[in-house]
């Protein structure tokens, strides 16, 4: 492979100047990668590794001496254990969250978060969704390099601290409400970073003093949450109160799964596995709603491979980016699963998957896939509204089949989302939760009046 352009120019950008071609012969690129191909399980995880500590028995030690403050899950959030890998504990908050949202959802996926809130009212759980929170930073630490420890824990502990202080504004005890991430970069960022700063006192130091001069410390000390709870995990111990209000058959749609990387490779030891789902050999969340919602779900050989995002990957050579989300996982569940939606729980992977379809139309890879985050298949499955709740018209890749197969008339939901336009264009808007909820301190803050009566409010 020539590693120079036609004008002279450098073919490799984006990765530094260590970035050389390998010129492996397809024998020896064969080898190199033939990982990706062996089968990979919760067996295999366990195999000849060694067990990892839990960070926890750190946390609580470092509680114990005075150095931190954990935020603890108590009778106000109803936590539900759940197992993960090695069998831990791991408790999950079931009600009086707080909504840390994700910036690619809201700026590619707006359906994602909205169907997480609709399901939320749909089941009466308590939340708070306010706008007193900021970016985790990951995607700029991953893909560019430029960020670093130090301020990706600071807004790490700024953001749950905000989370921890929000119910004041209600009227509530700071703590009542505990964050759900909805992003599985924050998910994996946010889990590394706890265990970086149990394990350097350095990096505590450090992000103390930044977050002493935001006011966010609690008692002078750095707080802690008990668990990083992603939001894929609150669907899947909720799973089965979600089944009761489903409305819609699922039980002829194919579905296959993706599991993120940053939800479930990185801090591996954190997540959620269940032996009623795949025989506890993958990890539970998603599989496990599927499931439950009546879906056949459908195994692939690639169920493993990252969908090719990779951060850096889509900043710097796109198509590698194209090519590997066709190639390994949107053609494979097509011809070898022959699936009718491909399921994921995480943004740069339902944007990945979704958004690059179209260009394997110009090497004759026409492989129409609907890419789905969870959340929103099982909003379908209750009855929202495909267009004005769960948006699939944000979506690239084609999805009018699946709500064929479905029995959802797409031609009269779109008739009907046209004419809800008309409506908002005319000033008549409708909300899932109360903006005057959302802003809890600042100039624009108005405190609510009856709160209870209000959507996502705490009781």
Same mark, same amino acid.
């Given at each position: 492979?020539?590693?120079?352009?036609?004008?002279?120019?450098?073919?490799?950008?984006?990765?530094?100047?260590?970035?050389?071609?390998?010129?492996?012969?397809?024998?020896?690129?064969?080898?190199?990668?033939?990982?990706?191909?062996?089968?990979?399980?919760?067996?295999?995880?366990?195999?000849?590794?060694?067990?990892?500590?839990?960070?926890?028995?750190?946390?609580?030690?470092?509680? %114990?001496?005075?150095?931190?403050?954990?935020?603890?899950?108590?009778?106000?959030?109803?936590?539900?254990?759940?197992?993960?890998? #090695?069998?831990?504990?791991?408790? &999950?908050?079931?009600?009086?969250?707080?909504?840390?949202?994700?910036?690619?959802?809201?700026?590619?996926?707006?359906?994602?978060?909205?169907?997480?809130?609709?399901?939320?009212?749909?089941?009466?759980?308590?939340? &708070?969704?306010?706008?007193?929170?900021?970016?985790?930073?990951?995607?700029?630490?991953?893909?560019?390099?430029?960020?670093?420890?130090?301020?990706?824990?600071?807004?790490?502990?700024?953001?749950?601290?905000?989370?921890?202080?929000?119910?004041?504004?209600?009227?509530?005890?700071?703590?009542?409400? #505990?964050?759900?991430?909805?992003?599985?970069?924050?998910?994996?960022?946010?889990?590394?970073?706890?265990?970086?700063?149990?394990?350097?006192?350095?990096?505590?130091?450090?992000?103390?003093?930044?977050?002493? %001069?935001?006011?966010?410390?609690?008692?002078?000390?750095?707080?802690?949450?008990?668990?990083?709870?992603?939001?894929?995990?609150?669907?899947?111990?909720?799973?089965?109160?979600?089944?009761? @209000?489903?409305?819609?058959?699922?039980?002829?749609?194919?579905? +296959?799964?993706?599991?993120?990387?940053?939800?479930? %490779?990185?801090?591996?030891?954190?997540?959620?596995?269940?032996?009623?789902?795949?025989?506890?050999?993958?990890?539970?969340?998603? +599989?496990?709603?599927?499931?439950?919602?009546?879906?056949?779900?459908?195994?692939?050989?690639?169920?493993?491979?990252?969908?090719?995002?990779?951060?850096?990957?889509?900043?710097?050579?796109?198509?590698?980016?194209?090519?590997?989300?066709?190639?390994?996982?949107?053609?494979?569940?097509?011809?070898?699963?022959?699936?009718?939606?491909?399921?994921? @729980?995480?943004?740069?992977?339902?944007?990945?998957?979704?958004?690059?379809?179209?260009?394997?139309?110009?090497?004759?890879?026409?492989?129409?896939?609907?890419?789905?985050?969870?959340?929103?298949?099982?909003?379908?499955?209750?009855?929202? @509204?495909?267009?004005?709740?769960?948006?699939?018209?944000?979506?690239?890749?084609?999805?009018?089949?699946?709500?064929?197969?479905?029995?959802?008339?797409?031609?009269?939901?779109?008739?009907?989302?046209?004419?809800?336009?008309?409506?908002?264009?005319?000033?008549?808007?409708?909300?899932?939760?109360?903006?005057?909820?959302?802003?809890?301190?600042?100039?624009?803050?108005?405190?609510?009046?009856?709160?209870?009566?209000?959507?996502?409010?705490?009781?």
């Amino acid at each position: 492979m020539d590693d120079k352009h036609n004008d002279g120019s450098p073919a490799f950008t984006g990765f530094g100047a260590e970035w050389r071609p390998s010129n492996l012969t397809p024998t020896e690129a064969k080898a190199a990668t033939s990982w990706v191909e062996a089968k990979i399980d919760r067996r295999s995880m366990l195999t000849n590794k060694g067990r990892v500590a839990d960070i926890r028995d750190a946390m609580w030690q470092l509680e %114990k001496d005075g150095e931190i403050l954990v935020h603890r899950l108590d009778e106000r959030h109803e936590p539900v254990v759940a197992r993960t890998l #090695y069998g831990w504990e791991k408790r &999950i908050p079931t009600t009086n969250l707080w909504h840390h949202k994700s910036c690619g959802q809201c700026g590619n996926i707006p359906g994602y978060p909205s169907s997480v809130m609709w399901l939320m009212n749909k089941l009466g759980t308590r939340y &708070i969704d306010e706008t007193d929170q900021t970016s985790c930073t990951a995607w700029n630490y991953h893909g560019s390099g430029i960020g670093n420890v130090v301020s990706l824990a600071a807004v790490f502990l700024r953001n749950f601290h905000q989370a921890y202080v929000s119910a004041k504004a209600h009227g509530l005890p700071i703590g009542t409400y #505990y964050p759900l991430v909805h992003c599985g970069t924050s998910f994996g960022n946010y889990k590394e970073m706890r265990i970086f700063l149990m394990h350097s006192a350095e990096l505590r130091e450090q992000v103390k003093k930044i977050l002493g %001069k935001l006011g966010r410390l609690v008692d002078g000390k750095l707080l802690i949450p008990e668990e990083v709870v992603h939001y894929s995990e609150w669907l899947h111990i909720m799973r089965d109160r979600i089944k009761q @209000h489903q409305v819609i058959d699922v039980s002829n749609i194919r579905a +296959t799964i993706h599991p993120a990387c940053h939800v479930y %490779k990185m801090v591996p030891e954190d997540v959620i596995y269940d032996d009623t789902v795949m025989d506890g050999n993958r990890v539970a969340v998603s +599989t496990g709603l599927m499931q439950t919602l009546g879906a056949q779900v459908i195994d692939y050989s690639t169920w493993y491979d990252c969908c090719g995002f990779g951060f850096r990957h889509i900043i710097g050579e796109r198509e590698f980016t194209r090519s590997f989300a066709i190639d390994r996982k949107i053609k494979v569940a097509v011809d070898e699963a022959r699936a009718d939606v491909m399921v994921g @729980h995480d943004t740069g992977c339902i944007t990945t998957l979704d958004k690059n379809q179209w260009i394997g139309k110009a090497v004759d890879k026409v492989y129409a896939l609907p890419i789905l985050a969870d959340c929103q298949f099982a909003a379908l499955a209750l009855g929202a @509204h495909p267009y004005k709740l769960a948006q699939l018209h944000w979506h690239a890749s084609p999805f009018e089949g699946l709500l064929e197969k479905l029995g959802i008339d797409w031609q009269k939901a779109k008739i009907e989302f046209e004419q809800y336009l008309d409506e908002v264009k005319a000033g008549r808007i409708e909300t899932l939760y109360d903006p005057k909820r959302a802003i809890t301190s600042g100039p624009g803050y108005i405190k609510p009046k009856a709160v209870a009566a209000l959507p996502g409010a705490a009781e």
